[in-house]
């Protein structure tokens, strides 16, 4: 069973910083890409944020690039999303999942950018 199991979320200002994590099982990690997605309170779609390949070419949605980090950890099986300068905007529900492929979604981690 794959299992995409996020964490790391919380409230936060304008400006701060967050890093989330995203520990994975039941499939082979270090062959598949990976991906940070987020929703929108009233969104039914996942936007993907930022992309991760096995031998971590990466590649970020414009809402994103300059400000999140992705990267990931082979031997652990975690990928993980560090947010700087974060702003309102990016208020939301963030989910790991491979791409193109996707399995079952998680629970997801909260992020809530606010003052």
């Known amino acids: 069973q794959v299992r995409f199991v996020e964490a790391g979320g919380g409230l936060v200002q304008p400006g701060g910083s967050l890093t989330l994590s995203c520990t994975v099982s039941g499939i082979t990690f270090g062959i598949n890409n990976l991906a940070w997605y987020r929703r929108t309170s009233g969104e039914e779609e996942r936007e993907q944020l930022a992309?991760?390949?096995?031998?971590?070419?990466?590649r970020y949605g414009d809402s994103t690039k300059g400000r999140f980090t992705i990267f990931r950890d082979n031997v652990k099986n975690i990928a993980y999303l560090r947010m700087n300068n974060l702003q309102p905007d990016d208020t939301g529900d963030y989910y790991c999942?491979?791409?193109?492929?996707?399995?079952?979604w998680g629970q997801g981690t909260q992020v809530t950018v606010s003052l």
């Open positions: 992309l991760i390949t096995p031998d971590s070419f990466t």
């Open positions: 999942n491979g791409a193109p492929k996707t399995w079952a």
